[in-house]
């Protein structure tokens, strides 16, 4: 029993610190996709974006790239597929919200449409996740989020 809670506990902590880790380089991602748009166009920007993306993608699971991966990838839902296509549009959209509201401003937005997404998500178990109901706690945090995106327009 307390192995088992040592694992969960240690899988959580670690899943915190990588959630964190990625919300930092989302505030330096996002303002150096954006100063590529400056120079050569917000579209063009996310492309080789997602060029130099998909290069380094290669390295690091080239050599896993054998048979089973692609009978597993050919079972799997087409429809998962347009994770690309998102990431491509939010890109582009980043490109051109940072340089007219700049870094803090276009990110609070961005976690904030997140957050509320993502909290319906949960609530309604959208995409076949866990179902996990707003909480008056929960409400109340987004209410802190718009609040906090606020204080960061108008602060």
Do not use: C
Request: glycine share 10%; aromatic share 8%.
């Amino acid at each position: 029993m307390l192995s088992t809670l040592h694992a969960l506990v240690s899988r959580r902590t670690i899943a915190v610190l990588v959630s964190i880790a990625s919300g930092v380089l989302v505030g330096f991602t996002v303002r150096i996709n954006a100063t590529l748009g400056e120079y050569v166009g917000a579209l063009e920007s996310s492309f080789i974006v997602h060029l130099t993306g998909t290069a380094f993608a290669l390295l690091l699971v080239g050599t896993r790239l054998k048979r089973p991966f692609w009978t597993m990838l050919r079972r799997g839902p087409s429809r998962e597929l347009v994770g690309g296509i998102i990431g491509v549009t939010m890109v582009l959209l980043a490109n051109l919200a940072v340089p007219q509201l700049g870094v803090a401003l276009a990110v609070s937005l961005f976690v904030a449409a997140d957050l509320f997404v993502s909290s319906l998500s949960d609530h309604f178990g959208w995409l076949g996740l866990w179902q996990i109901r707003a909480s008056p706690q929960r409400v109340i945090g987004l209410l802190l989020v718009l609040a906090g995106v606020l204080l960061v327009r108008f602060g």
